[in-house]
């Protein structure tokens, strides 16, 4: 079966769209760190970019029960935070990950960023303050804060919401496993990344991530089974948690190089099965391409499972692979099962990267089969085809970067984007108040920029609905990955 004529570009990997626009990668980076701003929860600082978002959720305080020294209450703050796309309720374990993700952006590729490294490091801040409030009660890792049914029956800005601020806990007898351990990662990565800028917040980030690590693997169950009912349809753990402790381990590996992170990794490392996954939910395919940087040098019993399994994820994506298990739409942008496709595009182009990387120190190609190999050029021609799709190189011209480029999305799915500022509108907007604005065919009057939103169909079509979330709806864990992407091809332009 021949190539679409389109994918025929991608697959010459060249820069530029069938226009022949060329990119302003630099441009797409800032935006893409800017967006982060219009996702903060709590009181905003001085710096604030995004001026038209204000303080929110100042109220997400708690007083619960120290169960190490009964019967004494204590005050947990959980202001601060993300809200993980267009609503405004605070998911911990996508969120984690899209902490893990800015991390490792700046780990790999901090030092292309010029000026926006500042930004990008603000960004991871922002979360890893929260999370030091998430697991400070020891015992406790908050899971998320928000009823979601009660916020989701609502259209209204997050200054404004009214809706139970409900917070939700994972412990000793109700475990959450996955949501514990993608928390433990983000605090390691991050706690790698500030180790060059704040040696004492990278120590305490590290400190806290191996105590929570340690909380995960020790009470080891799903929050699917104990919070189930409040997370479950949204965030529902669908891979099990066998794959967060891993992960969780490989990066604590990776900030401390105890044998004992290394060993959990060998030990456990067989229970993962799905190695072409990556995203919030399944963390298989970064584990093995994380992993394969971290062992190149060792002699690790579980270092060919996971080479193996990286290079087969690798041909599960390539479009000429006998192995590929990825759709291609006609205009080239790769596809999997599941909402918000855009996610898959931005992680697994940061994964090709990654491992493009590794392959390039170790003078190797991948043999996908049937006369196919997967070279280091070939990874990034895949990752920069893919990333010039989202800036505009698809066959609607379309950039689905909000703010990037001359046609991008004007109706997304976000409820302070889609409602008037409270510059604009001092008024208290209730619950059902907004539906005027969700319904409105009109532009959002604020402009999210940098948000990544779903993007297009199968079809390469887009219709620009704020109802339809699944193509039109933002999330952190969507542009989190791409920074680090946006920041190499800035400096490799060609």
């Given at each position: ?10 697959l ?13 990668y ?46 004494v ?49 603000d ?109 479950c ?32 990794i ?83 182009s ?36 893919q ?23 004007e ?12 510059d ?47 193509h ?13 992407v ?9």
């Amino acid at each position: 079966m021949g190539f679409p004529q389109r994918l025929l570009f991608i697959l010459a990997g060249t820069i530029l769209s069938v226009t022949g626009l060329k990119h302003n990668y630099g441009e797409a980076l800032s935006k893409s760190i800017l967006f982060f701003e219009g996702q903060r929860s709590g009181k905003l600082p001085p710096t604030q970019r995004m001026t038209w978002r204000k303080d929110s959720a100042l109220q997400d305080v708690y007083i619960i029960p120290d169960t190490t020294v009964l019967p004494v209450l204590r005050k947990v703050d959980l202001v601060g935070g993300y809200y993980d796309a267009g609503d405004n309720v605070k998911f911990n374990f996508p969120m984690a990950f899209s902490t893990t993700m800015l991390a490792w952006s700046v780990i790999e590729f901090g030092k292309l960023m010029g000026p926006d490294l500042k930004h990008a490091l603000d960004a991871i801040r922002w979360a890893t303050e929260y999370f030091l409030k998430a697991t400070s009660i020891p015992g406790f890792v908050f899971a998320q804060v928000g009823d979601p049914y009660a916020d989701h029956n609502c259209w209204e800005r997050p200054e404004d919401m009214d809706t139970p601020r409900t917070a939700f806990a994972v412990s000793r007898d109700f475990p959450g496993s996955e949501v514990s351990a993608e928390i433990a990662a983000a605090l390691a990565a991050s706690s790698v990344v500030y180790r060059k800028y704040h040696i004492g917040y990278s120590t305490r980030l590290l400190q806290r991530a191996i105590k929570v690590f340690d909380f995960a693997d020790k009470y080891r169950g799903s929050y699917n089974d104990s919070l189930g009912p409040w997370v479950c349809p949204f965030y529902c753990d669908f891979s099990g948690y066998q794959d967060e402790l891993v992960w969780g381990a490989a990066w604590l590996f990776k900030a401390t190089k105890r044998p004992y992170y290394l060993d959990y990794i060998d030990k456990n490392i067989y229970n993962l099965k799905n190695f072409a996954e990556f995203g919030w939910d399944s963390k298989d395919a970064g584990i093995n391409v994380l992993v394969s940087k971290l062992l190149i040098n060792s002699s690790s019993n579980s270092k060919p499972f996971i080479l193996n399994n990286a290079d087969k994820f690798v041909c599960s994506v390539l479009p000429e692979s006998p192995s590929v298990s990825v759709s291609y739409s006609p205009g080239g942008l790769l596809f999997k099962p599941g909402g918000s496709n855009l996610q898959h595009a931005t992680a697994i182009s940061f994964l090709f990267l990654v491992y493009a990387g590794y392959l390039k120190k170790t003078n190797k190609e991948i043999d996908c089969g049937g006369k196919v190999f997967a070279s280091p050029k070939r990874l990034k021609q895949i990752a920069r085809g893919q990333v010039d799709y989202i800036l505009g190189s698809n066959p609607v011209n379309m950039s689905y970067m909000v703010g990037y480029g001359a046609k991008y999305p004007e109706r997304i799915h976000h409820r302070a984007s889609s409602l008037p500022s409270v510059d604009e509108h001092r008024g208290h907007i209730g619950c059902k108040g907004g539906s005027f604005y969700f319904h409105s065919q009109n532009p959002n009057p604020n402009l999210l920029v940098g948000a990544v939103v779903g993007g297009p169909d199968m079809k390469d079509s887009y219709a620009d609905s704020r109802a339809d979330f699944v193509h039109s709806e933002p999330t952190t864990y969507i542009n989190a990955p791409l920074i680090g992407v946006l920041a190499y091809f800035n400096s490799h332009p060609s």
